[in-house]
C-alpha cells in the first residue's frame, strides 16, 4: 500500500508538472490570429467576424491558466501574456459590435468599452481599464507598454503582426517603440523650431515615462529615427507639443 501511494502521489506531482506546461509561451493561436487578419498595423475585423475561433480559443486558453501557475512564470512571460492578452480582448470587444466606427461609440457613456467586464485572467473578471491601469501599469515598471497595448485607434500604435512572447519581449518593446516614434503624423522632432511633437499616449501617462528619463523628450531621443536622434541634441531645451489622436477605428481600408 505504502508502494501503490508513493506511485500515486509521484504520478499527480508528475501531472501537475505537465500542466503548468501546458500554456503555449509562443501565443500560437495569437499569432495565427494576426496573421490571418492584421496587415499593417490594422485589421480586417469584417472577416474576422466570421471567423472568430482561433480568438476564442486563445482567450479561453488564457483564461485556463490558475493563478498560482502565472505567478511562477518569468515576468517577461507574465508581461507578455498580459500584454497578449489586452489587445486580444480588444479584438474580441471591436467585433462584438462590429460595424463600428470607433471603440468609443461602444456604450452609452463616454469610456463604456473600457468598463465592459469581459477580461478572464487568473480566475478573475476585470475590465480592459483595470488590466492595463491596476495590474500591468503598476505591477510591471515598463513603459514601453504604451506602444504595444493597441487600443483599436488609428492614432494608437500599430498592432504588432506577431504575438509577444516572454523571450523576446523587451526587443520587441524596444522595437515597437522605435516604429512609432517614426510615425512622423504622431511623433517628430522639428530642429528648425526646437519642438518635439509627440502622441497624446505622452501626455496621457507622462508620469511613466518622465520618472525613469526625466523628461518627455530624453526618454524619446534614444528611439527616434537616426536624423531627428541626431538633431535633438539637448533634451532639456525642446519644447514639446501634442499632436491630435485619431479615433477612428484601425479597420483595414
Known sequence: MRFLFTVLLAGLAAASAG???VFDQ?????????TAFVKNGNVDY?????????????????????????????EADRLALLINLYNAQTLRLIINHYPVK???????LPG????????????????????????????????????????????????????????????????????F?????????????????????FKWYDDDFIKPAGSLAAYVKPFLPEAQRAALADPAQVKVMFTDYDWSLNVQK
Open 19 to 21: 500542466a503548468a506546461d
Open 26 to 34: 509562443n501565443h500560437g493561436r495569437f499569432g495565427r490570429v494576426l
Open 46 to 74: 469584417a472577416k474576422l467576424k466570421t471567423d472568430p475561433a482561433e480568438l476564442d480559443d486563445y482567450l479561453k486558453e488564457i483564461a485556463a491558466v490558475p493563478a498560482a501557475e502565472f505567478a511562477r512564470w518569468a
Open 102 to 108: 470607433s471603440i468609443r461609440a461602444i456604450g452609452l
Open 112 to 179: 463604456a468599452a473600457w468598463r465592459e467586464l469581459i477580461v478572464r485572467q487568473g480566475g478573475q473578471i476585470m475590465t480592459l481599464s483595470h488590466l492595463e491601469n491596476k495590474v500591468i501599469r503598476v505591477e510591471y515598471d515598463e513603459p514601453r507598454i504604451h506602444f504595444a497595448l493597441v487600443c483599436a485607434a488609428v492614432g494608437c500604435p500599430p498592432l504588432r503582426g506577431e504575438p509577444y512572447v516572454g523571450a523576446r519581449l523587451y526587443a520587441q518593446l524596444d522595437d515597437q517603440t522605435r516604429v
Open 181 to 201: 516614434l517614426a510615425e512622423t503624423s504622431k511623433n517628430r522632432f522639428d530642429a528648425a523650431t526646437g519642438t518635439l511633437h509627440l502622441s497624446p499616449i
